[in-house]
């Protein structure tokens, strides 16, 4: 049941690079306007780089924490 957990947390913890990715792919096969693809491809920046932003702070607690 361990393994199922940390699937679970996994899931959660790279749920805004999951989403990113697979919005910028549907934006790729879409047939939508070039104005409105654009849109959809910042959105899909954004929660990549929402992910990436909150990777980062993360790792900078768990750093701090263990320091002190």
Do not use: D, N
Request: glycine share 2%.
């Amino acid at each position: 049941m361990k393994s199922f957990r940390t699937l679970l947390i996994a899931a959660i913890l790279h749920v805004f690079l999951v989403w990113g990715i697979a919005l910028a792919c549907l934006t790729y096969f879409s047939s939508k306007p070039a104005e409105v693809r654009t849109g959809w491809y910042f959105a899909a920046a954004c929660l990549i780089l929402m992910h990436a932003v909150l990777r980062v702070k993360r790792t900078r607690l768990q750093t701090r924490l263990a320091s002190s």
